[in-house]
C-alpha cells in the first residue's frame, strides 16, 4: 500500500470507531444515595423500601440505602456530617430551626399534609383549651 492509501485507511478506521463509540450506549454508573427514616420501619416508610426493591431507583440511575432511624439515631446530625444524603424528618419543627439559625439544609418535600402530632387528655381531665394545660402543669 503507498502512503496515502494507509493514511485514508487509517482515517476511515478512526472515524469507524468513533462512529461506533458516539452509537454505543454510555454505561454510567448508579448514583449512590443513603437516605435515612425518621424511625424504625414502618408503613408510612413502605414506598422508600419498596421502590429499593422492585428497582424504581435503580431504573432511575440511583443505588439506594435506606437506612432506619430510631432512638438513638440522629440522622439530621449525620445529614450534616455528610454521612447521609437525605434525611426524613418527623415534623417541620428542625426546617425552621435550620432557616433561623441559617444551617444550610434543604426540605425537599412534604409527605404528610398535616403535622403527626397531637396533645390528648383525658376526658375527666378538666382539659378543655391550652390554658388549661398550663394550670395543669
Known amino acids: 500500500m503507498n502512503g496515502s492509501r494507509q493514511?485514508?485507511?487509517?482515517?476511515?478506521?478512526?472515524?469507524v470507531g468513533l462512529a461506533t463509540l458516539a452509537w454505543a450506549a454510555p454505561a454510567f454508573a448508579r448514583d449512590k444515595?443513603?437516605?435515612g427514616t425518621n424511625w424504625k420501619a414502618?408503613?408510612?416508610?413502605g414506598g422508600y423500601y419498596q421502590a429499593v426493591v422492585d428497582g424504581t431507583y435503580e431504573r432511575h440511575g440511583l443505588d439506594v440505602t435506606v437506612r432506619q432511624g430510631g432512638p438513638q439515631v440522629n440522622h439530621a446530625q449525620l445529614l450534616a456530617a455528610g454521612?447521609?444524603?437525605?434525611?426524613?424528618?418527623?415534623?417541620?419543627?428542625?426546617?425552621?430551626n435550620y432557616v433561623q439559625s441559617k444551617v444550610p439544609m434543604v426540605t425537599v418535600a412534604a409527605?404528610?399534609?398535616?403535622?403527626?402530632q397531637v396533645l390528648l387528655a383525658h376526658p375527666d381531665a378538666g382539659v378543655r383549651d391550652f390554658p388549661d394545660l398550663a394550670r395543669r402543669s
Request: proline share 3%; hydrophobic share 45%; aromatic share 14%.
Open 42 to 45: 414502618q408503613a408510612e416508610h
Open 7 to 15: 493514511v485514508g485507511c487509517r482515517a476511515l478506521g478512526l472515524l
Open 83 to 96: 454521612k447521609i444524603d437525605f434525611n426524613m424528618g418527623g415534623n417541620l419543627f428542625g426546617q425552621f
Open 33 to 35: 444515595v443513603t437516605f
Open 111 to 116: 409527605i404528610f399534609q398535616k403535622e403527626p
